[in-house]
C-alpha cells in the first residue's frame, strides 16, 4: 500500500483520537517522513479509512523492511515502531499536565484519559492482546477468568540464535520497571519505549509513577512503581502506600506480589505493585469465619472462602487499618504449625510473608492479606504451597498476584495442545503430549461417551479452569479440607490476643 497514504491515514487517526492537533499535523508528518527517508509528500493525500492505528503501523513497518530501513528481527520492528509513535505522543510533562486536569474533574477521568492514550498510542499491545484465548470458568469458588496468553509470539531457533549474537551488555536502564524506560529506544533483549509515559505520584511522601502494563491481562491493568531501584519488601509502609493509592483512585484495587522467590512475581528487584478497574473472583468472594483482634475494636477481620488463605480486614479507619495489618504480617512471618506442615524458618532462612490487595468498597477501606509460604521439600522440590507435579502440564509457573487473585495467565503452549487432547477425546487422533496423556484418559473415563464436536470446547476449557482452582488449592497454606480449615482458624483465634504494637 502506498507509503503517503498510510502516514497520512496514522495522522488523521492521531488527530481524531486528540494525541496531536490539527497545527501538529505538518510538523509530526515531517518527523515521520524523516524516520521514513522520505523526501516529499504529495499534495491533497489522503489516508486510509477503516483501518486501526495498529493496523496502519504493521504496514507502515512492512515498508521498512522491504526499503530496507530496519533488520530481520523482532526487537528492530518493535523499536522502529516505538520511534514513529513517539511523534505522535505528548512529551511526559503535558501528559501528566492533561492527566491531573482531568483528575481536577474525577479521578476516574484521569485513568481513563491516559489508559486511552496508552491504547492510542499502540504502547499497550491492544492487535497482540486481541490474540489471547480469553474466559471464565464456574468453580465452587466464583468465576475463575483464565487466559491464555498468545499476545508474545514464540520465536524461532534463527530468531533467538541472531538475538544472542547481537544482544548488548548494557546495564542502563537497570531493570523493566525503572523510571529511564520512559523514552528509551530499546534494544535486543530490551523492550522499546520511545512511546512510553509514566503518570508522577506521591504516596507517602515518597516519588512513585503510574503507568499501564503493555500486554493488559485485564480492564486498565495498571503497575504503580517506586522512583527509586530497590527490592520489593512487604511492610507496613507498603500497606501505607497501598491504601494511600486506593483513596487517591477509589475506582481501582492495588496489590502487592510477595517478596520471596517461588511465591513471588516475576520482578522482584524493583517495588512495584499492579492494580486496575476490574473485579476478581476473589473480590467477590464470601467471608467465613470472622473474628474481632482486641487492640482493633474498629477493623473487622475475617477469612475468605477461596482456595488460597485469605485474610479480609475492613475499616473506615486507615491508620488502625495500618496497624492490624502490620500486626498480622508480623505475626504470620513467625508463625509455624507443624500439624499442618508450615514452618516460618528453616535455619535464618524466612519462609512465611503475605500477598496484600486494597480496595475501597462502600466508603471503607478494604486489604485482602493472602497468606503465602516459599518452603521446599525432598517430595515438593519447588515448593510446598506451590503447583504440584499432576498440573505442572497445564501451569508451573510461579502464583503471582493476579492468580492469586482468581486469573490464570497459561502459557501458549496450550492452544496447540489443547487442540491435540481435543482430537484425541474424540477419537480423530491418538497423538498427544506425553505430559497430558494420563489427564486424557482421565477426562475419557470421566465423561465416556459425553465427549462431541458440539461440547468438547467447553467442556476441555472448564476442565483446564477446574485444573487451575487445583493449583490455587495447592498454593494454599491452610488447605479447604476439615484440618486444614480449623489450623487457619487456630491462627486467626492467636491474632485476637494483646498486640504489642
Given at each position: 500500500m502506498?507509503?503517503?497514504?498510510?502516514?497520512?491515514s496514522?495522522?488523521?487517526?492521531s488527530?481524531?483520537?486528540?494525541?496531536?492537533?490539527?497545527e501538529?499535523?505538518?510538523?509530526a508528518?515531517?518527523?515521520l517522513?524523516s524516520?521514513?527517508?522520505?523526501?516529499e509528500?504529495p499534495?491533497?493525500?489522503?489516508?486510509?479509512?477503516?483501518?486501526?492505528?495498529?493496523?496502519?503501523?504493521?504496514?507502515?513497518?512492512?515498508y521498512?523492511?522491504?526499503?530496507e530501513?530496519?533488520?530481520i528481527l523482532?526487537?528492530d520492528?518493535?523499536?522502529?515502531?516505538?520511534?514513529?509513535?513517539?511523534?505522535?505522543?505528548?512529551?511526559?510533562?503535558?501528559v501528566?499536565?492533561?492527566?491531573?486536569?482531568?483528575?481536577?474533574?474525577?479521578?476516574t477521568?484521569?485513568?481513563e484519559?491516559?489508559y486511552q492514550?496508552s491504547?492510542?498510542?499502540?504502547y499497550?499491545?491492544?492487535?497482540?492482546?486481541?490474540k489471547?484465548?480469553?474466559?471464565?470458568t464456574?468453580?465452587p469458588?466464583?468465576?475463575l477468568d483464565?487466559?491464555?496468553?498468545?499476545s508474545?509470539?514464540?520465536?524461532?531457533p534463527?530468531?533467538?540464535?541472531?538475538?544472542?549474537?547481537k544482544?548488548?551488555?548494557?546495564?542502563?536502564?537497570?531493570?523493566?520497571l525503572?523510571?529511564?524506560?520512559?523514552?528509551?529506544?530499546?534494544?535486543?533483549?530490551?523492550?522499546?519505549?520511545?512511546?512510553?509515559r509514566?503518570i508522577?505520584?506521591e504516596l507517602?511522601?515518597?516519588?512513585?509513577?503510574?503507568q499501564?502494563?503493555?500486554?493488559?491481562?485485564?480492564?486498565?491493568?495498571?503497575i504503580?512503581?517506586s522512583?527509586?531501584?530497590?527490592?520489593?519488601k512487604?511492610?507496613?509502609?507498603?500497606?501505607?502506600r497501598?491504601l494511600?493509592?486506593?483513596?487517591?483512585?477509589?475506582?481501582?484495587?492495588?496489590?502487592?506480589?510477595?517478596?520471596?522467590?517461588?511465591?513471588?512475581?516475576?520482578?522482584?528487584t524493583?517495588?512495584?505493585?499492579?492494580g486496575?478497574?476490574?473485579?476478581?473472583?476473589?473480590?467477590?468472594?464470601?467471608e467465613e469465619y470472622?473474628?474481632?483482634?482486641k487492640e482493633?475494636?474498629?477493623?473487622?477481620a475475617?477469612?475468605?472462602?477461596?482456595?488460597?488463605?485469605?485474610?479480609?480486614?475492613?475499616?473506615?479507619?486507615?491508620?488502625?487499618?495500618?496497624?492490624?495489618?502490620d500486626?498480622?504480617l508480623?505475626?504470620?512471618?513467625?508463625?509455624?504449625?507443624?500439624k499442618?506442615?508450615?514452618?516460618?524458618?528453616s535455619?535464618?532462612?524466612?519462609?512465611?510473608?503475605?500477598?496484600?490487595?486494597?480496595r475501597?468498597r462502600?466508603?471503607?477501606?478494604?486489604?485482602?492479606l493472602v497468606?503465602?509460604?516459599?518452603?521446599t521439600?525432598e517430595?515438593?522440590?519447588?515448593g510446598?504451597?506451590h503447583?504440584?507435579?499432576?498440573?505442572?502440564?497445564?501451569?508451573?509457573e510461579?502464583?503471582?498476584?493476579?492468580?492469586?487473585?482468581g486469573?490464570?495467565?497459561?502459557?501458549?503452549r496450550l492452544?496447540?495442545?489443547?487442540?491435540?487432547?481435543?482430537a484425541y477425546?474424540?477419537?480423530?487422533?491418538p497423538?498427544v503430549?506425553?505430559?497430558?496423556?494420563h489427564?486424557?484418559?482421565?477426562?475419557?473415563?470421566?465423561?465416556?461417551?459425553?465427549?462431541?464436536?458440539?461440547?468438547?470446547?467447553?467442556?476441555?476449557?472448564?476442565?483446564v479452569g477446574l485444573k487451575?482452582?487445583?493449583?490455587?488449592?495447592?498454593?494454599?497454606v491452610?488447605?479447604?479440607?476439615?484440618?486444614?480449615?480449623?489450623?487457619?482458624?487456630?491462627?486467626?483465634?492467636s491474632?485476637?490476643?494483646?498486640?504489642?504494637?
Open positions: 502506498e507509503i503517503h497514504a498510510l502516514i497520512q496514522l495522522l488523521d487517526q488527530m481524531e483520537c486528540e494525541m496531536i492537533e490539527r501538529d499535523e505538518i510538523y508528518r515531517n518527523q517522513m524516520l521514513l527517508q522520505l523526501a509528500f499534495e491533497k493525500m489522503e489516508g486510509i479509512k477503516g483501518v486501526s492505528i495498529p493496523e496502519v503501523l504493521e504496514q507502515i513497518i512492512q521498512a523492511f522491504e526499503k530501513m530496519i533488520g523482532d526487537a520492528r518493535e523499536i522502529f515502531s516505538s520511534k514513529l509513535m513517539n511523534v505522535l505522543v505528548q512529551r511526559p510533562s503535558d501528566n499536565r492533561r492527566f491531573y486536569r482531568n483528575y481536577e474533574k474525577d479521578p477521568c484521569a485513568t484519559y491516559f492514550l491504547q492510542n498510542s499502540n499497550i499491545q491492544t492487535k497482540s492482546i486481541a489471547n484465548i480469553s474466559y471464565k464456574d468453580t469458588y466464583g468465576e483464565i487466559t491464555i496468553n498468545l508474545k509470539p514464540e520465536k524461532d534463527k530468531q533467538i540464535a541472531l538475538e544472542k549474537e544482544k548488548q551488555d548494557v546495564q542502563y536502564p537497570k531493570c523493566l525503572c523510571e529511564e524506560n520512559e523514552g528509551y529506544e530499546g534494544r535486543i533483549g530490551h523492550p522499546a519505549r520511545s512511546n512510553h509514566m508522577r505520584l507517602e511522601d515518597e516519588p512513585w509513577y503510574l499501564y502494563s503493555p500486554y493488559v491481562y485485564y480492564n486498565e491493568h495498571c504503580v512503581l522512583k527509586e531501584h530497590r527490592d520489593m512487604i511492610s507496613r509502609k507498603g500497606f501505607e497501598l494511600s493509592f486506593v483513596e487517591k483512585f477509589p475506582h481501582y484495587f492495588v496489590g502487592s506480589n510477595a517478596d520471596l522467590p517461588i511465591v513471588g512475581g516475576s520482578i522482584l524493583h517495588d512495584h505493585y499492579q486496575g478497574n476490574y473485579e476478581f473472583a476473589m473480590a467477590r468472594a464470601d470472622s473474628f474481632q483482634m482493633f475494636s474498629n477493623v473487622s475475617a477469612t475468605v472462602k477461596w482456595p488460597m488463605s485469605v485474610i479480609r480486614l475492613r475499616s473506615r479507619m486507615k491508620e488502625e487499618l495500618i496497624q492490624a495489618a500486626y498480622i508480623t505475626s504470620w512471618k513467625g508463625y509455624s504449625d507443624e499442618v506442615d508450615i514452618h516460618a524458618y535455619g535464618d532462612t524466612p519462609h512465611n510473608t503475605i500477598t496484600p490487595i486494597a475501597m462502600e466508603g471503607q477501606f478494604e486489604l485482602d497468606l503465602r509460604n516459599n518452603r521439600s517430595k515438593y522440590p519447588l510446598i504451597f503447583p504440584h507435579s499432576d498440573v505442572h502440564h497445564i501451569k508451573k510461579n502464583i503471582g498476584l493476579i492468580e492469586v487473585m486469573l490464570a495467565v497459561l502459557p501458549a492452544k496447540e495442545e489443547l487442540e491435540e487432547v481435543k477425546l474424540l477419537g480423530r487422533s497423538i503430549k506425553d505430559y497430558h496423556l489427564w486424557a484418559e482421565e477426562l475419557k473415563s470421566k465423561y465416556e461417551a459425553e465427549w462431541s464436536e458440539d461440547t468438547a470446547e467447553e467442556m476441555l476449557r472448564r476442565e487451575f482452582q487445583r493449583v490455587l488449592e495447592d498454593a494454599g491452610f488447605k479447604r479440607d476439615t484440618i486444614g480449615q480449623v489450623a487457619f482458624q487456630r491462627f486467626c483465634e491474632l485476637k490476643m494483646e498486640a504489642s504494637l
